[in-house]
């Protein structure tokens, strides 16, 4: 049985949330993970492609080449802005990358870290969605920056439900302007207005590190094949602690010089990362004229010869399309930044060449707006129907239940038997090669799981027993064979 070797990074640390660190010129609501891994058995061959890679690139004086030598100001338009050197280093870098590698990645909200505890005393219940309210606040939080609901959040509680209100209120009167265009801005806000009467003091300000680490836990719970890993992650005492306690086995420390896989993930942390600030600065407003208007991109986004489009196709294949899987890009309630950067590599991925792109010329960025956007609401449609968005991810005992992963293609699998989680979620538990695992369902066979368990002898006569699985003109399917 093999053993496989992970390696931990991040980029946009911020380890006190505090008023001077949220108003820095300089500050990035994203915290952004990334993990790369292999079999063990790859490490040498690796090390070694890796080491090449980096004499081509490191400077005379440097110890290691880090994501730092990737400057903010050379992504103003993604690849489109870069150097030619930093083109062709970020080319060399995802060459290095293959099917038979393991590549994780999330995106956490700090803002959205801020609102859950300012606002925890809201939780889901089967009429309110408080994960949608918080997301709802976190966002125009971030968008449009209001500074006096930024520094009444380090005030009195009282002070803030103030702050809060006139914002919202004032969003509302100026959306007014164009409510074609921002009526849901408004719907949203007027619903948060309605229920928004308490909120806590903040007493923590420290960040938490749960979140990525648990998304990784579900990453690798989709990896059968993987039963004996060793998460190596830089110097970080917090992260460390964090992943012991969540109950990963083999967790140490490196230092990045001493560790190629730390630095690998560096880089990739590092270039996912300056995507996800640049769209950050495309779309932010840039004056209360703005604020009303619809927010394109640049077009010079979209102005790419062909090698830079194959940037963006070598991504897309990283992130994306190897190790295709559930949870391996994995983001917070709020995570639009994520959402855009994933909806521009599959917008660019679709065309076979610069010359393609070109013939839309200034269409492209209206084109992209109608793509993104539809990326952004199936990620808000996801928000609102996945249970696997409740429940305290500090508590190990709600970290490693898996998603059954269903495609248009059929699976068969022994059901053991079917039940509902304490969250209401729908969950079959299934047996594969000598082990029961529950898996969480989606929620459309709610319906199907209902069915089975409103009759005992039913149940008993089926299970154990085969059901294949299958995603299916629109729906998902359970059919016992």
């Given at each position: 049985?093999?053993?496989?070797?992970?390696?931990?990074d991040?980029s946009?640390?911020?380890?006190?949330?505090?008023?001077?660190?949220?108003?820095?010129?300089e500050?990035?609501?994203g915290f952004?993970?990334?993990?790369v891994?292999?079999?063990?058995?790859?490490?040498?061959?690796?090390?070694?492609?890796?080491c090449?890679?980096?004499?081509?690139y490191?400077?005379?004086?440097?110890?290691?080449?880090?994501?730092t030598?990737?400057?903010?100001s050379?992504?103003?338009?993604g690849?489109?802005?870069l150097?030619?050197?930093?083109?062709?280093?970020?080319s060399?870098y995802?060459d290095?990358?293959?099917?038979?590698m393991?590549?994780y990645?999330?995106f956490?909200?700090?803002?959205e870290?801020?609102?859950d505890r300012?606002f925890?005393?809201y939780?889901?219940?089967p009429?309110?969605?408080?994960?949608?309210?918080?997301?709802s606040l976190?966002?125009?939080l971030?968008?449009?920056?209001?500074?006096e609901?930024?520094?009444s959040i380090?005030?009195?509680?009282d002070d803030?439900?103030d702050?809060?209100?006139?914002?919202?209120?004032?969003?509302?009167?100026?959306?007014?302007?164009?409510?074609?265009?921002k009526?849901?801005e408004m719907d949203?806000?007027?619903?948060i207005?309605?229920v928004?009467?308490?909120?806590?003091?903040?007493d923590?300000?420290?960040?938490?590190?749960?979140?990525?680490?648990?998304?990784?836990?579900?990453?690798?719970?989709?990896h059968?094949?993987i039963?004996?890993?060793?998460?190596?992650?830089?110097?970080?005492e917090?992260?460390?602690?964090?992943?012991e306690?969540?109950?990963?086995?083999?967790?140490?420390e490196?230092?990045?010089?001493e560790?190629?896989?730390v630095?690998?993930a560096d880089?990739?942390?590092?270039?996912?990362?300056?995507?996800?600030?640049?769209?950050r600065?495309?779309?932010?407003?840039?004056s209360?004229?703005?604020?009303i208007?619809k927010n394109?991109?640049?077009v010079?986004?979209?102005?790419?010869n062909?090698?830079?489009?194959?940037?963006?196709?070598?991504?897309c294949?990283?992130?994306?399309?190897?190790?295709?899987?559930?949870y391996?890009?994995?983001?917070?309630?709020?995570?639009d930044?994520?959402?855009?950067?994933?909806?521009?590599?599959?917008?660019?991925?679709?065309?076979?060449?610069?010359?393609?792109?070109?013939e839309?010329?200034?269409?492209?960025?209206?084109r992209?707006?109608?793509?993104?956007c539809?990326?952004?609401?199936?990620?808000f449609?996801?928000?609102?129907?996945?249970?696997?968005h409740t429940?305290?991810?500090?508590?190990?005992k709600n970290?490693?239940?898996?998603?059954l992963r269903?495609?248009?293609?059929p699976?068969?699998y022994?059901?053991?038997d079917?039940m509902?989680?304490?969250?209401?979620?729908?969950?079959?538990?299934?047996?594969?090669?000598?082990?029961?695992?529950?898996?969480?369902?989606?929620?459309?066979?709610?319906?199907?799981?209902?069915?089975?368990l409103?009759?005992?002898d039913?149940?008993?006569?089926?299970f154990?027993?085969?059901?294949?699985?299958?995603?299916?003109?629109?729906?998902?399917?359970?059919d016992?064979?």
């Amino acid at each position: 049985m093999s053993d496989y070797n992970f390696y931990y990074d991040e980029s946009q640390h911020s380890r006190l949330l505090n008023l001077e660190t949220i108003k820095a010129d300089e500050f990035y609501d994203g915290f952004v993970v990334a993990i790369v891994g292999w079999d063990s058995q790859r490490e040498s061959d690796l090390a070694a492609q890796y080491c090449e890679f980096e004499k081509k690139y490191l400077s005379p004086n440097a110890k290691e080449l880090k994501s730092t030598c990737l400057k903010r100001s050379q992504f103003k338009y993604g690849f489109k802005s870069l150097s030619q050197h930093n083109a062709r280093l970020i080319s060399d870098y995802l060459d290095l990358f293959d099917e038979e590698m393991y590549v994780y990645c999330s995106f956490s909200s700090k803002v959205e870290l801020l609102v859950d505890r300012l606002f925890s005393r809201y939780q889901n219940q089967p009429c309110f969605n408080a994960d949608l309210m918080k997301y709802s606040l976190a966002k125009p939080l971030v968008q449009y920056r209001p500074n006096e609901v930024v520094e009444s959040i380090y005030k009195s509680p009282d002070d803030l439900l103030d702050a809060l209100r006139d914002f919202l209120l004032n969003r509302i009167e100026d959306d007014k302007a164009n409510p074609e265009l921002k009526w849901t801005e408004m719907d949203q806000f007027r619903s948060i207005l309605e229920v928004m009467d308490h909120v806590m003091p903040l007493d923590d300000y420290q960040w938490e590190y749960y979140s990525p680490l648990a998304g990784f836990g579900l990453y690798l719970s989709e990896h059968n094949e993987i039963d004996n890993c060793t998460l190596i992650i830089d110097q970080e005492e917090n992260t460390r602690a964090a992943a012991e306690r969540l109950g990963f086995d083999g967790v140490r420390e490196a230092d990045s010089s001493e560790c190629f896989g730390v630095r690998m993930a560096d880089m990739l942390a590092g270039i996912v990362a300056k995507l996800m600030k640049a769209i950050r600065d495309e779309v932010t407003y840039q004056s209360r004229e703005d604020e009303i208007k619809k927010n394109l991109f640049d077009v010079e986004w979209f102005n790419l010869n062909d090698e830079r489009l194959e940037l963006y196709k070598k991504l897309c294949r990283v992130l994306i399309q190897y190790d295709k899987c559930w949870y391996k890009v994995y983001g917070s309630g709020f995570s639009d930044d994520l959402v855009v950067l994933i909806a521009l590599l599959k917008y660019l991925d679709g065309f076979d060449g610069a010359a393609q792109l070109h013939e839309l010329g200034a269409n492209n960025a209206e084109r992209f707006n109608t793509f993104c956007c539809n990326s952004l609401s199936e990620h808000f449609q996801v928000l609102s129907d996945d249970p696997l968005h409740t429940g305290d991810l500090s508590d190990p005992k709600n970290l490693f239940r898996p998603r059954l992963r269903i495609t248009d293609r059929p699976r068969t699998y022994m059901v053991m038997d079917v039940m509902f989680g304490e969250d209401g979620a729908p969950m079959a538990l299934i047996s594969e090669n000598g082990h029961e695992n529950a898996y969480v369902l989606p929620a459309d066979l709610s319906g199907w799981v209902s069915m089975v368990l409103s009759n005992v002898d039913f149940k008993v006569i089926l299970f154990p027993g085969k059901v294949r699985f299958q995603y299916f003109e629109g729906r998902f399917r359970a059919d016992f064979l």
